[in-house]
């Protein structure tokens, strides 16, 4: 199965920062995604990079993707209490796999 | 347009029950999904269903689960005989099609087995 691993597990800033997270994936890939998650229910998706772009942007999230590396990054820039939840990345796939992502807590 | 709904969104019952999950998909969404997410863990894939083609049942964790879908609209998950390792919330998707589309996820169901 094609799984993403998030690091670090978890991470807590002060609104306003920027909040960087990671993910690792082992097999190749046509297309990453990052997905975030509030309050352990409903799972939105963020935003899908696909395996020919470097970068991606949407709003304050910016999205690079290293196919050498088998890495992702997920930026959010200017955090907001709001943005609190678990994110998660994983390869576009049939069926999705996911790890235990990172939790990010902004602090007011 | 409308999202993914789920219901119910909570459940607690009794081991030994039975219990009936229900997903309403995007419409116009070929494929659905069903997932499950123990607390604190990532995601463990069920079943899909993508149009008429027999569903892809490989996740299943045992025969006391079951899915059915209607067409191309409404799926239920069945959990006969639940047991308290069954607790964990479960969480339908929805695709335009198969083959690795973006999925897009309903609020879930969490259910707890006393």
């Known amino acids: 199965s094609q799984q993403g691993e998030e690091d670090p597990q978890a991470l807590s800033i002060q609104e306003g920062e920027n909040a960087t997270m990671n993910c690792s994936y082992k097999t190749s890939i046509n297309n990453l995604q990052w997905y975030r998650q509030n309050s352990g229910r409903g799972l939105v998706h963020l935003i899908l990079i696909r395996s020919n772009e470097r970068e991606k942007h949407s709003g304050r999230l910016r999205v690079t993707l290293d196919t050498s590396k088998k890495s992702s990054s997920l930026l959010i820039t200017a955090s907001r209490a709001a943005d609190t939840a678990s994110y998660f990345c994983a390869p576009l796939a049939q069926k999705l796999v996911f790890g235990q992502g990172t939790r990010l807590t902004i602090n007011p | 347009g409308a999202g993914v709904s789920q219901s119910p969104s909570n459940k607690v019952t009794e081991k030994g029950k039975d219990v009936e999950l229900r997903c309403d998909p995007i419409?116009?969404?070929?494929?659905l999904y069903w997932y499950r997410q123990r607390l604190g863990q990532g995601l463990e894939f069920l079943i899909y269903f993508q149009g008429n083609s027999a569903p892809d049942k490989s996740g299943l964790p045992s025969d006391r689960f079951s899915a059915e879908r209607t067409g191309e609209s409404v799926s239920t998950l069945t959990i006969q005989r639940t047991q308290q390792e069954d607790s964990a919330v479960y969480l339908c998707a929805s695709s335009l099609g198969g083959s690795a589309d973006t999925q897009y996820f309903g609020p879930g169901t969490r259910l707890t087995v006393l």
């Open positions: 419409s116009g969404h070929t494929a």
